[in-house]
């Protein structure tokens, strides 16, 4: 008998394996819901599946009586994008910022505590600051969404610029490079695969962020849809809104993932990756 | 039966006695007084509080008419309002900025709870000036940042309740254009009850109704006791007896069970259920498998009742209130 | 005229001497191996030289003028590591410089300019063996095809001296001597004068023209950094011991193959 | 003239940039409040520095009249206990996890694809279900901050296990090791100093957990305090509790990274950081 | 009797033969290098022998048994890189294997049997010369005293057969030939059979009391992975080899201050 670190399931194994835990949860949802369903039919905690059936088709299929619209899309249109103006002018500040601080010591000196203090402060707590200095409309959602994640990436391609190997600032400076030269052709071509990275890393920070604000005020979003049907405990919304968002964070990493891989197919190979 | 019970309540003008009662000891004594033990517990978040009700962690919750119609009831969990406390009477209120009537609202967006009894309001104040929820854009905003809401620029028209709303009013610009003093005895605070537990139990309505008129008794009076129970209230909902009063003065609390009793038994309580269940169906907060308004149905004294009466989820019922009165507790 | 002259350097560190009394002066198109015990400050002597760091005391004279106090193009580089571009292609990692040079503010060049650059960065790539490789990555090269490329890189700038901190120390022993040919080679046809930093001794007989041997001479075994390092030996190194060796390691040296087949036929 | 990547400032000149914001801040905070006392003087967007002090010292040294407590500082301890909880339990969770699914090909196999997906999942999107299900007691603020933080440390020392070098894992065989020795003597010993580099990461992401349950149901905390006033625009409360969380924030990340240095001489060592 | 067969053992990795027709007996006490053109499949050689990959065809036998699958306390191993604990002083390094081996559950060692294990473990530490270091991580040693501790921790467990994967490889050409003079010394005095992974044919030819080497016999153009390497030379190295290899060898080294002293007293 080998050891259990030298054994490893074969690929189809290892499949099943995987899918074992979602089917075990499934079920044991199912279990709890016909329990409760038993004790009282309208109960709206733990729906049967069919009456999630009927709010999927209700939410994402026909349009809403009040609006017109179809809510799911709509709701996922505006919370797209909200999240990727937040996002994306969080990575636009974070290169920025992280590569100015990363690379010259004087701005670093000056702004690198004052970054790492606005990291520490919890965004949900200056929600009323935000407010009245931005409005309750789209832009202090997106506010919000990148006072909570730009923090985080400044510093982390600050001190991905600092971790270059001064072998290559030096080697850049005998070819006759200038300081912004430096920052042009060496400096942020080799960050911004790191960019990226930062950006799928703080993206469950960005769609925390994101439900918060929509909680708080807005007309629509995949947030707002949650937080309000919560009025009446309709958790045959709730629950397919949850899953909905975990695959709509699922497949903006995979995007980035893909992405990242094809533009910077040297930064994976360098990594050992593959191509 | 049981003896331990748990009982939910929530910061608000009208339901402050709950806190006081259980620090004074007055829950716990009502309920050494019946042999039963009652847990009085605080949250933070209405709707919270009642989803807990509704999923059965507690047996007791207090909420208005119109939640306890679209949460529980319509949730199947068959409700009974043991304790009507007040209804609000100019507690709730529309505020616009700058413009001072309730005209104007028309074309604004108009930032409130969406679904409570703020868009309840909102409803039957447009119903006064034949206007409709299409002439404006409601936008949905969290009651805790009300107040931070209304201080920015783009906010010009919300609905909210006290205290929020004297905070609101206090600044500058600021105009009341409507208040639920103009729908007296629509938007009403109560204690729910689930009534299967009630049922089996009426222990737990003797003790809650007892407790409760007791602590009315008290803070109904001007004298030390009644003062000292008053500042407590305003202290644990963060403002001072100033506050508190002020708000109390825009709130028909029924002190007396009798009021009580009488304001339940009135046919314009009925009326008043039609009213909020009609919003609550075009809104479709009865849930998707409701046909019409009267889709649930509803019990009140004397036999009246309004809805599907095979479908019975929410129940007024005023005979532990009446024990009140009669001082049989 | 003397290229590079240093007139009684120090080097501190807060309160650890790490050179002291560097006297020494180098003329063009000379090959200055650097040998000494790990530590002695060999690399610390180099970055002097690159603009990194300057003398605590002393100067250092560069065609009479003091040197200039950060790296520029007159000096290039090569380090044991991290000597080029990652995100660059091989072609890229040569072509930079030049773009550099040429275009100040958007560090590119385009058309006709790029077209000539191209060629020039081609012919110094063909001249190191890396003609085949000009869309490669880095990663994708073996240890001397990247130190090969280094090499390139700093050579297609033309500088005047050439500075080489231990540049084989990573590479294999096969490898490391086609890398000596290579700079040899290259040492000879640019007129170029080398600094460069070696553990190996052989390494440092076999290549220069004149050997620095840095070592403490004066020892506080109670304050280990109150003395520091200076040039102890200065050799010139003629040819003769060059061809020694060279015979003496092709003796030893064979591919496994043939001499296998050299074993087979005599056994 | 050097090159702008070649000038460093000196210690002090380094120190006294790094305050300048700070200044400018003040500075601005100060104009700004000047400016709306002026046009109101109840406005409490912005206190005077005045307010503010006099909020500190009825929050931070006058006993409450209400329950004879000093409110700061029980709200402090009761926010610190959950965290406390919460990222401890999620430590444990995560080193318990993440080594088992490091090590353990045939585990990674059936509970990756769980851990994944969990780890994609909003935790605030799933508020009302955890109140639901954990009720509002002590255990759903712990529960929500271990539901958010440790299916992050999961990953992170799953990943780290797998990237300990294979060479090890076989030595530690060549001198005889079994699965767990392996684990005990080997894997563990070397993740712990991870473990805490994960838990300083994630000590942001519990600070909001921690304040959006606190919000929601609670009797005493930070998160809670700040929720209560702010339906009154009270800033003079908000503002020094948002300090004081920022501060409590720092302190504890200096804690760790102090408690790392101490326990595990090796790990600093080896990664350059001195002694 | 012979202690390793190979019997026609192939490894195939998918449609890529690695090595084919694997032949081999090595007994007691040999001391076998391995050399070969990278990617020829010297590693996985040695993999097989660890237990850490099966032969695709053919068998491993192991004094007459089939070869555990597994590695196993009878194998050690020094790989070129990672071969010690970081997080563990130079002494429990070596501890380790014996706390492993008497304390299943806990794999620690308390009062007398710690102490007992304690003292082995210094006493080989001593013969590697490692005895001032005990409390030192790893990180605090340079490259070589790292690849001595390998050594130390695999001897302690007095296996029979010991595997060195390019041991040697990343240390500097000085620290090389003493750690050379080491394992020949631990080899001599424990009886081991070695087996040695090199890319210097010099140190192969040199260390080795057999040399095997590693090569592709058969190439197709079209399918490079269609064949697999096998050993092409397996030759006997005498004894007056290493003592000719030794000789010229000492004539090229010595440490920078007496050879500079030499060639003073000279010039
Ligand atoms: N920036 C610095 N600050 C303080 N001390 C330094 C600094 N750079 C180098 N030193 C010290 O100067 C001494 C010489 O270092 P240097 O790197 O020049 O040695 P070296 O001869 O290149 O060694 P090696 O052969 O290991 O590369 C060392 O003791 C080192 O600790
Ligand atoms: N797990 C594996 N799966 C697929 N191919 C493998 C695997 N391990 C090794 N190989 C392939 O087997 C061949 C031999 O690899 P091996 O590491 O044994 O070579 P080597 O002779 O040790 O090379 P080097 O001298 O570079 O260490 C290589 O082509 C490699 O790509
Ligand atoms: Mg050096
Ligand atoms: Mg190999």
Known sequence: MKRLINLRPSRSTGILLGLLPFVVLLVVYLAGSQARLADNPNDKLLPAFSSLGDAVERMALEPSKRSGDILLWTDTAASLQRLGLGVGISALIGLVFGVALGTVPYLRAGLSPLVSSLSLIPPLALLPILFIVFGLGELSKVVLIVFGVAPFIIRDLQQRAQELPAELLVKAQTLGASTWQIILRVVVPQLLPRLLDAVRLSLGAAWLFLIAAEAIAATDGLGYRIFLVRRYLAMDVVLPYVVWITLLAYLTDLLLRIASRRAFRWYHQLNGEGN | ?329 | MARIAFNNVWKEYGDQVVLERLNLTVGDGEFCTVVGASGCGKTTFLRMLLGQESPTRGRILLDGEPLPAEPGRDRGIVFQRYSVFPHLTVLNNVLLGLELKDAPLTARLFGRARRQARDKAIQMLDAVGLGQALDKYPSALSGGMQQRLALAQSLVMEPRILLLDEPFGALDPGIRSDMHRLVLDLWRKLGLTVFMITHDLEEGFYLGTRLLVFDKLRVDPQAPGAYGASITYDLPVGATERRLYEDIRDDVRATPRALAAAVDAAG
Chains 1, 4 share one sequence.
């Open chain 2, 1 to 329: 039966a049981k003896d331990k019970f748990r009982v939910a309540w929530s910061i608000y003008v009208g339901w402050m006695p709950w806190g006081y009662g259980e620090q004074a000891g007055i829950v716990k004594k009502w309920g050494d007084k019946y042999g039963i033990d009652i847990e009085v517990v605080q949250i933070n978040d209405y709707i919270e509080s009642i989803n807990q009700y509704t999923a059965g962690a507690f047996d007791a919750c207090v909420m208005t008419n119109m939640d306890a119609l679209t949460i529980p009831a319509a949730g199947g969990v068959d409700s009974t309002a043991l304790i009507v406390g007040d209804f609000s009477n100019g507690n709730d209120g529309i505020v616009l900025k700058d413009k001072s009537t309730l005209a104007d609202i028309k074309g604004q967006s108009v930032n409130l709870v969406e679904l409570s009894v703020s868009h309840y309001l909102l409803a039957r104040a447009l119903d006064s000036i034949g206007a409709s929820e299409q002439d404006l854009t409601v936008v949905n905003t969290s009651d805790a940042d009300m107040v931070a809401a209304y201080a920015s620029p783009d906010v010009t028209a919300v609905v909210t309740w006290n205290p929020l709303l004297s905070e609101i009013l206090a600044m500058p610009n600021a105009n009341k254009v409507f208040d639920s003093s103009r729908i007296p005895g629509e938007i009403i605070d109560m204690l729910v009850v689930n009534s299967d537990t009630l049922k089996a139990n009426p222990k737990l309505g003797k003790a809650l109704t007892g407790a409760w008129f007791e602590i009315m008794a008290t803070m109904s009076k001007d004298d030390a006791a009644g003062i000292a129970a008053r500042t407590e209230m305003a202290k644990a909902s963060g403002t001072d007896m100033a506050g508190y009063d002020a708000q109390l003065a825009t709130t028909k609390m029924f002190y007396n069970a009798a009021d009580a009793v009488a304001f339940t038994q009135s046919a314009d309580l009925v009326q008043t259920m039609a009213h909020v269940a009609k919003f609550s169906f075009d809104h479709g907060l009865l849930g998707e498998g409701a046909a019409d308004a009267g889709f649930i149905g509803m019990a009140f004294p004397g036999g009246k009742t309004l809805g599907d009466g095979a479908n019975t989820k929410l129940r007024f019922d005023a005979t532990y209130m009446q024990l009140a009165a009669d001082g049989k507790l």
